[in-house]
């Protein structure tokens, strides 16, 4: 036996999850190969090797992504990763603050340092530095995640540097953040916050298309709902509370119907919706507080919550949010219908993507690629690539791989005996199923447009090599677990 | 403290996540066909090739109307980039405001986002020189491109009418045609709207590839996917290049029109209506519509096919055939005439000759007062009652064509117009009307109007002693088969016997000697034989119309030409030396008459006819 993070050892081979390192390779090669087609000049046809063209650069990166994966595997004791999480996390934050005011400018936002010919932005790295910390945070022996200081901790771990990056503006890359909810939820955060969470993104939308009357009105019945079936009192939600909320429901229209100068149109729904609102979160905190119902008092909160959404997205919407935002946002709720501006791009991506068919047309065969309708096509739009010239085919094994590579490494965290492993595990998990999720997503127009690559394919040296650190530190950690059995 | 299931909601979330991913690429890549014609609009820049359009041919192989080249001058208004306006203008021989004023307009925001990457006409039909001398800079221009068509070229003027024009179509016409796309051109009136389908051949296209920035790329499948033009087909038509410029020389300063039909087949030989369109201004017709358009002529009008003139006394042997037919008239019955026909207290007039005349002297001096007793004979027989008589002679009149359309392919004729009893019925009362009350339509004045196409069929009816063909301008070719409907035989209600039995009036009043009275002895051409009929209609927009029909030879007629001519006077002043000068033309190849052509050709009513 050598000591720990040992060079080379007798049972390497056998330790290292070659799973994993499979799909790190296939998904590596498979962007390459892709990053040539979507730069694929029939009449122009230069090698892919060929310096000018971004596969020939991807291939350095690719080169030195495989020995970053060495490096880390072989040559660093995987102790350290442990150990310098804190160093990491703090050096990290002070860059992305520091990039804000030293870092180049591009489209808007100060995300990137350029030195010479290499570009890098801080933003990467600190999805594994954050992933790094919490792990050492979590892991610890006596972390208990409700304990006041323990959680609070935790939530400014994760919420330092997203706000650092929403402040650099690159509110994408802030929102890959939210990955770390699935690490909370496996450490033992109630499903009700992610149940919330989602409605809150419900009566966000809710309020954008439709109007916060409408949002209010669902977070409030959904609230009943949950009430009525937590203390199993079905029926008076279906003797008050259902036909309250059907006449709530058709009162603006009934209230539109009435004649200008009516009596009756001094009362607007709205106030009503918010008696309602009001009688139910009373009646809830009286009923909580006297038989000490926390549900109860949280469903209070969760009222004023959604009234304080359908009262603040409109503000935030028009005053804090910007131009562009706005409109890729209402491009994707449909609000909008722009395909000249902001919706070009999906526009033009789903036309690629839907143009592949089952089979799709064939590697260097694609024409919406290859014709640069798509914008961004190497790195945020790589997927239409994939989608236009490996078709329904080729998205379906992609989307494999990635699920593949995902579910190996929530498996293996699970079966982690390290606590650091397996919360490690499960952040770059979630970071690399948002990323997936988001950007595959956006290409085919059920997400908004958010300037986040897809992890191992984009071209990019930057974030090829923030993945693979990623996944070569969780294939080492694994490694270094073998030794237990 | 951890849920051991977690991590298997967590996998179960992961298989939905992607499951929704993997079901939307499902809809749009293989349920959505939508985003493959995306793709295809999208990626691939389609430039059509414009097929040369068949040639129109006269009867003798003469080229009516042909081809040449011009140029469309290209604009991508999304390529363009700035450039030397001045420069352009001066390749172009234009102004630069015009094209900075096209430029502007193309780059205001609302434009710029309908225009989009679409590449438009900016300039059309610049001739070959100027468009060469544009590709020689051309590559200065970027966003520019010129494209080649062809556009009509008439050797001939000769049947500006005939031919009619084409143009670009706009978007009515488009919905009409959805075959058609913004920028294909199309017959709109004459020949090339009813022969569109044979002339226009079938549009090509090359395919390119593009890229966003529409620049244009590699050829689509090196070449395979394009579809070279089909050349439209070739039309041989009815009329003789040479009778028609001739026609039209003759009708020059004159407004009416002059119509040319072969008795055997039925085939229009010339067809004038004048004033007519120049053919120079048919290649272009857009930027000489407003002229055509406000000229007082209305020279868009093609009167020939759609005029509905009162025929006058030509109309007398259509009585006078009826006559014969219902057994009311004898050849040999003669009927006075003092100054008129007399009535009550009115008198139709007529002017002086000699009286009584019989049948063949009446045709040959075109007495009023004649046809009236024929056509009240006709009406009041003793045997039904004036509204059923008037009924048949109806259905005689009908049966010679008029009322309705001949059924030409001529796209735009019309039917005229013809009483009905129930039209009598309506004005006077029901059986409070008699032959008297309508006696006018003896002597074809009154509620009645025929075409000259009408009178030149009618002509060419008595020409074949009975029936005619449907007049027809295109000729049985090759390319370009005629209907059945053109080769058969369409007999009227009278007795073939009958009409052997008007042709010596009609010859004698063209024939007879001088001071015999015959009406039209000025069209007489020694050996050709004319038989005509003069007609002098009376009509409310100033003087007279002179009209003459007249066929020859006598035997075997080779030609029947009806002239109708506003406001010339008597039929024998304008229409009858014009229709015998176009006779003559037709079978001699020139005439023995150069004072009386001279007369003509610079004869000028145009003063007489009051501006529409």
């Known amino acids: 036996m050598t000591g720990r993070g040992g060079i080379l050892e007798r049972n390497f081979w056998s330790t290292v999850d070659w799973w994993l390192v499979g799909l790190y390779l296939l998904l590596v090669i498979s962007g390459w190969l892709n990053i040539y087609a979507s730069e694929y000049d029939p009449e122009n046809a230069r090698s892919i090797f060929s310096w000018s063209m971004r596969s020939g650069k991807q291939l350095l990166w690719i080169a030195t992504s495989i020995g970053l994966g060495a490096l880390i595997l072989l040559a660093i004791p995987v102790r350290f990763w442990e150990a310098v999480a804190p160093i990491a996390y703090t050096v990290v934050c002070v860059l992305l603050v520091a990039v804000i005011f030293l870092g180049t400018s591009t489209k808007g936002s100060h995300s990137w340092f350029v030195l010479g010919p290499v570009s890098f932005q801080p933003a990467e790295l600190s999805k594994l530095t954050t992933s790094l910390i919490l792990a050492r945070w979590m892991g610890r022996y006596n972390f208990r995640l409700y304990r006041r200081r323990d959680f609070w901790m935790t939530v400014a771990f994760i919420l330092v540097p997203m706000l650092i990056i929403v402040a650099e503006n690159e509110t994408g890359s802030a929102l890959v953040y939210l990955s770390f909810l699935f690490v909370l939820y496996r450490e033992g955060l109630s499903g009700w916050w992610l149940f919330v969470l989602f409605m809150v993104i419900v009566v966000f939308i809710l309020t954008l298309v439709f109007s916060p009357y409408a949002a209010l009105w669902t977070a409030w019945l959904v609230t009943v709902i949950c009430m009525a079936a937590s203390a199993g009192r079905i029926r008076p939600l279906l003797c008050i509370g259902l036909p309250i909320a059907a006449v709530l429901a058709v009162l603006p229209y009934l209230w539109g119907l009435l004649p200008e100068g009516n009596i009756l149109r001094a009362i607007h729904p709205s106030w009503l919706l918010l008696g309602v609102v009001g009688v139910c979160a009373v009646y809830y905190l009286i009923r909580g507080l006297r038989e000490g119902n926390m549900y109860r008092l949280l469903s209070v909160l969760a009222l004023l919550l959604a009234l304080g959404i359908t009262k603040a997205v409109p503000i935030v919407f028009n005053n804090v949010l910007q131009e562009h935002q706005r409109t890729r946002i209402e491009v994707l709720l449909g609000m909008k219908e722009d395909l000249a501006g902001a919706g070009y791009n999906v526009h033009q991506s789903m036309i690629a993507i839907g143009s592949g068919g089952l089979t799709g047309k064939g590697y260097l065969e694609g024409t919406q690629s290859a014709y640069g309708f798509v914008p961004e096509q190497s790195t945020d739009f790589i997927f239409c690539t994939i989608g236009e010239e490996w078709g329904f085919v080729g998205c379906l094994l992609t989307l494999i791989l990635y699920g593949f590579l995902i579910a190996r490494i929530v498996m293996r965290s699970e079966d982690a005996r390290e606590p650091f492993t397996r919360i490690y595990g499960y952040c770059i998990a979630g970071i690399l199923f948002l990323h997936v999720l988001i950007n595959v997503g956006m290409t085919i127009g059920l997400m908004p447009v958010i300037g986040i690559p897809l992890p191992l394919i984009s071209y990019g040296g930057s974030s090829l090599w923030a993945f693979t650190a990623m996944i070569f530190i969780f294939i080492a950690l694994c490694r270094n677990e073998k030794k237990y059995f | ?612």
């Open chain 2, 1 to 612: 403290m951890t849920d051991s299931k977690r991590h298997i909601r967590m996998l179960v979330g992961l298989v939905i996540a992607f499951g929704i991913l993997a079901g939307r690429l499902f809809y749009i890549q293989i349920v959505d066909e939508g985003y493959k014609t995306d793709a295809m609009n999208n990626s691939m820049v389609h430039i059509p090739l414009y097929p040369q359009r068949g040639i129109i041919y006269d009867r003798n192989g003469n080229i009516l109307a042909g081809n040449k080249t011009c140029y469309d001058l290209l604009c991508t208004p999304a390529a363009v980039e700035a450039f030397d306006t001045v420069g352009l203008a001066r390749v172009l021989g234009m102004e630069p405001d015009v094209i900075k004023e096209k430029m502007a307009a193309w780059s205001t925001r609302s434009a710029r986002r309908k225009i989009g990457f679409r590449t438009l006409v900016m300039f059309s039909k610049l001739p070959a020189e100027t468009y060469l001398r544009f590709e020689e800079v051309a590559y200065r221009f970027p966003g520019f491109r010129g494209q080649a068509r062809s556009q009509r070229d008439y050797p001939f003027n000769a049947g500006g009418n005939l031919l009619g024009y084409v143009s670009e179509v706009d978007p009515p016409y488009i919905k009409a045609h959805p075959e058609y796309k913004s920028g294909d051109y199309a017959g709109k009136t004459g020949i090339e709207a009813t022969c569109e389908e044979i002339l226009r051949g079938e549009k090509g296209e090359e395919i390119y590839y593009r890229d966003s920035r529409n620049r244009i790329g590699a050829h689509y499948k090196d070449g395979e996917a394009d579809k070279p033009a089909v050349p439209g087909k070739d039309i041989t038509t009815t009329i003789d290049a040479d009778l028609q410029h001739y026609g039209q020389n003759l009708m020059k300063n004159k407004v009416g029109s002059l119509v040319a039909i072969e008795p055997a087949t039925g085939e229009i030989l010339t067809l004038v209506s004048s004033p007519g369109i120049d053919v120079d201004y048919l290649a272009d017709i857009g930027s000489h519509y407003k002229e055509i358009a406000s000229n007082p002529y209305k020279p868009m009008f093609n009167r020939a096919v759609q005029a509905s003139y009162p025929p006058g006394s030509v109309f007398k042997l259509v009585n006078c055939l009826i006559g014969l037919q219902e057994g009311v008239l004898q050849p040999w019955m003669k009927y006075p005439c003092t100054k008129g026909y007399h009535f009550g207290k009115n008198t139709l007039g007529c002017h002086v000759h000699r009286s009584p005349l019989d049948m063949e002297e009446a045709i040959m001096m075109s007495c009023n007062a004649y046809f009236c007793y024929v056509f009240k004979n006709v009406l009041e027989n003793g045997k039904e009652s004036v509204s059923e008589a008037f009924t048949r002679w109806d259905e005689y009149v009908a049966a010679f064509g008029f009322g309705s359309r001949l059924g030409s392919d001529f796209p735009s004729e019309l039917g005229g117009f013809i009483p009905k009893a129930s039209y009598y019925d309506r004005f006077y009362g029901k059986n409070a009307w008699k032959a008297h009350t309508i006696i006018s339509l003896s002597i074809g004045q009154g509620e009645i109007g025929c075409t000259p196409l009408h009178l030149a069929n009618f002509c060419a009816t008595i020409a074949n002693r009975g029936f005619y063909y449907t007049p027809h301008i295109v000729k049985d070719s090759e390319n370009v088969r005629i209907e059945d409907k053109y080769r058969e035989r369409h007999y009227t209600k009278v007795d073939t016997a009958h009409f052997a039995q008007i042709v010596p009036g009609m010859y004698r009043a063209v024939n007879a000697p001088w001071g015999a009275g015959g009406t039209a002895a000025i069209a007489a051409v020694s050996g050709l034989d004319i038989c005509g009929k003069t007609g002098t209609a009376q009509n409310p927009h100033g003087d007279d119309h002179s009209v003459f029909i007249c066929f020859a030879p006598k035997d075997h007629p080779k030609i029947a030409v009806a002239a109708y001519i506003e406001n010339g006077g008597f039929g024998a002043t304008w229409a009858a030396p014009i229709a015998s000068l176009l006779v003559e033309r037709y079978l001699c190849g020139q005439t023995q008459r150069p004072w009386l052509e001279q007369r003509i050709l610079e004869g000028n009513l145009l003063d007489k006819v009051p501006a529409k």
